[in-house]
């Protein structure tokens, strides 16, 4: 009897776009660690000033929610519009509203 190629062909693809989804979600965990590690290393030792050390950890941490967001909650992958657009909306509301505060405190 003839074996079904084409299943055959569909479920070596599908292995191998999980094999390297798991990588690309692997990858980026480790990433994320060593982010964590920096930022705990900069406050620990003290070596940096403090307005520095309070930018890089901002900026460390922006990168980590950009993580969170694209691999582990999946907004990287086709079929998420609408929750990537309530997210989207919020973080842009969240924005506006910090901005009018800023400028309602320091005009």
Same mark, same amino acid.
């Given at each position: $009897?003839? #074996?079904?190629?084409? @299943?055959? /062909? !569909?479920? @070596?693809?599908?292995?191998?776009?999980?094999? #390297? #989804?798991? /990588?690309?979600?692997? =990858?980026?965990? %480790? *990433?994320?660690? %060593?982010?964590?590690?920096?930022?705990? +290393? %900069? +406050? !620990?030792?003290? +070596?940096?000033? @403090?307005?520095?050390?309070?930018?890089?950890? *901002?900026? *460390? !941490?922006? +990168?980590? %929610?950009?993580?969170? &967001?694209?691999?582990?909650?999946? $907004?990287?992958?086709?079929?998420?519009?609408?929750? !990537?657009? $309530?997210?989207?909306?919020?973080?842009?509301?969240? =924005?506006?509203?910090?901005?009018? &505060?800023?400028?309602?405190?320091?005009?």
């Amino acid at each position: $009897m003839a #074996e079904n190629t084409n @299943s055959n /062909q !569909a479920d @070596s693809f599908q292995k191998q776009k999980n094999k #390297e #989804e798991m /990588q690309k979600q692997v =990858i980026s965990f %480790v *990433l994320m660690i %060593v982010l964590t590690i920096i930022a705990f +290393v %900069v +406050v !620990a030792t003290g +070596v940096m000033d @403090s307005m520095f050390a309070k930018f890089l950890i *901002l900026s *460390l !941490a922006l +990168v980590q %929610v950009g993580f969170q &967001l694209y691999y582990f909650m999946h $907004m990287k992958d086709k079929d998420h519009d609408m929750p !990537a657009a $309530m997210m989207y909306g919020g973080i842009w509301a969240a =924005i506006l509203t910090l901005a009018a &505060l800023g400028v309602i405190t320091w005009w």
